[in-house]
């Protein structure tokens, strides 16, 4: 079974990435090599809304893979609204890929468990296929997407996406096509 091997590999890689979990968040990111074209992506919201990033080109995008399960996702959860709300007024998206958890898993975590209100899209993915286009090992695994549609930076890992460090790398790429 397909899912059934997708879970457990990310199982082993969220294990391994508790380790860290207990320090500070990093803020640093890895540039994608020969920058690869992001991988098709269109699912729907908790709402029904669609969401492709075919559509999105012309912005930069994060896209983030996580789980309501792991927790450097749930730590790094609340850093990634405040970084939506610090670029909002820019072309940047947010795509918030849930991964292999039903609706109402979600919707539990973010309406009851998370004190952060998420205004960003949180995608669902709930047998994991869109999450397997992308060179994902573990969760949470977070994309910058181009404005040109290509995979430009990748984290591995949570990150504290609202610190300056990891804010600068989307202020580069914004800059790059404008």
Known sequence: MQL???VVRFLAGCGLLLAGAAAALPTDMSLMGNLPRAPKLQLTELDGTTHALSRMRGKVVL???WATWCPPCREEMPSMQRLYEALRNRDFEILAVNVGERESEVFSYLHGELETEITFPVLLDPEAKA?????????PTTFLVDRKGRLAYKAVGGRAMDKPAFKQRIL??????S
């Open 4 to 6: 059934g091997r997708a």
């Open 63 to 65: 896209v983030n893979f």
């Open 131 to 139: 999450m397997e286009r992308f060179p994902v090992k573990g969760l």
């Open 172 to 177: 580069d790429l914004l800059e790059e096509g």
